[in-house]
């Protein structure tokens, strides 16, 4: 019993770690939850999907080319992930989200090299459930306050924390099977 309870609390945080699914698959009633746990207003939630939604459009269709490019908005700040070929690609996604109306900032994370294997992807997908799990059986904080991204074995960390929360989460998070890094890009509560 205690293992099926595990295997089903793994396979949810692995659905919410696929950005921007989870709204889209759980439209209404779902987003409603989620968005009464955020401490972003109810307009900035939404404005961060729009923000992801233009800059994937964008970069689909404005930067041709074999690439693997994650776009997360937090409370108007993007975080670009992943794996470009080249520098002028790496700066022309740079500039396309300087393009989309209310970024606030950006962190340009993306690295230059082959793609990452579906297995990596994975990999990257089942740590981001294992960190999610273990903020979750801590319960120093409200595992909604703090957004996971990994990519390449790196944590990034995302929410409107305190200092404590944003120190209980890194801890976890550097803790964890699997992680290498962490980059905390927190806005602070105090």
Known sequence: MKIRLYFLASLIFLMLSLQGCVPVVAAGVGTGVVMAQDRRSNEVFIEDQRIESKLSGLIASELNGVMHVNVTSFNLNVLITGEVPEEYTKAEIGKLVSRVDKVRSMNNELVISEN?????????????????????????????????????DTVFLLGIVTHAEADAAAEIASTTSGVKRVVKLFEYLD
């Open 116 to 152: 990452s294997s579906l297995v990596s992807r994975s990999n990257d997908s089942i740590t981001t459930s294992n960190v999610k799990l273990r903020f979750l059986n801590n319960g120093h904080f409200n595992v909604e306050h703090v957004k996971v991204v990994t990519e390449n």
